[in-house]
């Protein structure tokens, strides 16, 4: 799975973007680079469970 993580984050971000830039044409294509963020499921899901041990 981790090998299709970086994929994902892609298409994701690729998508973000143009539904930023070129859907609501609310910013341009730098700007929207610059704050699309990504958190998968699994990372967040990693981060809860050592947090919750302590």
Same mark, same amino acid.
């Given at each position: 799975e981790p090998e299709? $993580? =970086?994929s994902v984050k %892609? $298409?994701?971000t690729e @998508?973000? &973007?143009d539904?930023?830039?070129k859907e609501l044409k609310v910013s341009n294509e730098k700007e929207a680079a =610059? @704050? !699309?963020?990504? !958190?998968?499921a699994r990372e967040t899901l990693q981060? @809860? &469970? =050592? =947090? %919750?041990?302590g």
């Open positions: 299709f $993580q =970086e %892609s $298409q994701h @998508r973000c &973007i539904f930023l830039t =610059e @704050r !699309v963020f990504f !958190v998968s981060a @809860r &469970i =050592e =947090e %919750s041990k």
